[in-house]
């Protein structure tokens, strides 16, 4: 079945640091693949998103290739910041020939800290 | 509305009880999911709702849960002789036909004591 597994954290970082956090996923079909942010307190919202092989999200600063021949999606940011502190998910929706399209599969998530 | 909505926000129920939680969904949206977020599980999904077709049940872990949506847009999860272990943020989703970001509701955080 589909799944999706990222970097265990939690993850620490100084302010301005490079922060990655790997994602990689398993998929029947052809996946969307996407990064989802839940700030303290705060609901899940969509943070980028990428929908086909070599795509590239970005948004506030972070990036995410679509890297189809590593099966990878990794998150990336050159410089980090406080209030980037957050849980970040992983996910993947298989967009056709699976057999519960529409569905998100979420990675286990990780926890950033990034300290002034 | 301008979001996803979820009532109630938090529910504290005894172990036995059966729950109804509630989503009104982005107006419009064709789609709708129901997941769950535990410590144990990480973010799971339960169920989809995709206009007038067949719900997705693959997801929903016993027969005691059940969901519903009437009308196209507004859905009721069921969670009947509530567990412990049933102890989760219950979060909605919907999303627009053709589109591909789902949009969260905040959830509703269920406690059974």
């Known amino acids: 079945g589909d799944s999706v597994t990222q970097m265990e954290g939690p993850v620490t970082l100084s302010e301005e640091a490079f922060l990655t956090i790997n994602c990689t996923y398993t998929?029947?079909?052809?996946?969307?693949l996407f990064w989802y942010v839940q700030y303290p307190g705060e609901g899940l919202q969509l943070l980028l998103k990428a929908t086909k092989a070599d795509d590239k999200g970005s948004n506030k600063g972070f990036e995410a290739t679509y890297r189809k021949e590593t099966t990878s999606f990794h998150l990336e940011k050159g410089s980090v910041q406080v209030s980037d502190s957050a849980v970040y998910f992983c996910?993947?929706?298989?967009?056709?020939?699976?057999?519960?399209?529409?569905?998100?599969?979420f990675g286990q998530g990780t926890i950033l800290t990034v300290h002034p | 509305g301008a979001g996803v909505s979820q009532s109630p926000s938090n529910k504290v129920t005894e172990k036995g009880k059966d729950v109804e939680l509630r989503c009104d969904p982005i107006?419009?949206?064709?789609?709708l999911y129901w997941y769950r977020q535990s410590l144990g599980q990480g973010l799971e999904f339960l169920i989809y709702?995709?206009?007038?077709?067949?719900?997705?049940k693959s997801g929903l872990p016993s027969d005691r849960f059940s969901a519903e949506r009437t009308g196209g847009s507004v859905s009721t999860l069921t969670i009947q002789r509530t567990q412990q272990e049933d102890s989760a943020v219950y979060l909605c989703a919907s999303r627009g036909l053709g589109r591909n970001e789902q949009f969260f509701g905040p959830g509703t955080r269920l406690t059974v004591l």
């Open positions: 996910a993947l929706r298989v967009n056709a020939g699976g057999t519960s399209y529409g569905k998100l599969t």
């Open positions: 709702f995709q206009g007038n077709s067949a719900p997705d």
């Open positions: 107006s419009g949206h064709t789609a």
């Open positions: 998929a029947t079909g052809y996946p969307s």
